[in-house]
């Protein structure tokens, strides 16, 4: 079983950068695809971001297609989100998951999940 850990969170003005961590422990990530989802206040969670298992594939939603970018750094046992081009409509909460199937996390059902890590976009 895998445990995970985000990190990076934080306020940003408009137009700015952050890149989000999920440590992972337990387990190689090798192992598993990984994925970035979201949860805005008063809105349902939604998926962000998907990379699959050996890391060559990834998959994002439409809203932040060319934005960001999902990553897998097998050597650190570490994802990353970065976020370029940040607007008060990325504020959410961010949530790392994992699932040994890419299409369970595509689809927003990976069984293991971080405690999540709070991105706020000022304008």
């Known amino acids: 079983q895998v445990q995970l850990q985000e990190s990076g969170g934080g306020l940003v003005q408009a137009g700015g950068s952050l890149r989000l961590s999920c440590a992972a422990s337990?387990?190689?990530?090798?192992?598993?695809?990984m994925g970035w989802f979201r949860r805005a206040p008063e809105k349902e969670r939604e998926f962000v971001a998907a990379?699959?298992?050996?890391?060559?594939?990834?998959y994002y939603v439409d809203a932040v297609k060319g934005r960001f970018t999902i990553s897998k750094d097998k050597v650190k046992n570490t994802v990353y989100l970065q976020m370029n081009s940040l607007t008060p409509d990325d504020t959410a909460e961010y949530y790392c998951?994992?699932?040994?199937?890419?299409?369970?996390?595509?689809?927003?059902?990976?069984?293991?999940w971080g405690p999540g890590t709070q991105v706020t976009g000022s304008s």
């Open positions: 990379v699959s298992y050996s890391g060559r594939s990834q």
């Open positions: 998951a994992a699932d040994s199937n890419y299409g369970k996390v595509v689809n927003g059902a990976p069984d293991y």
């Open positions: 337990g387990r190689t990530i090798s192992d598993y695809a």
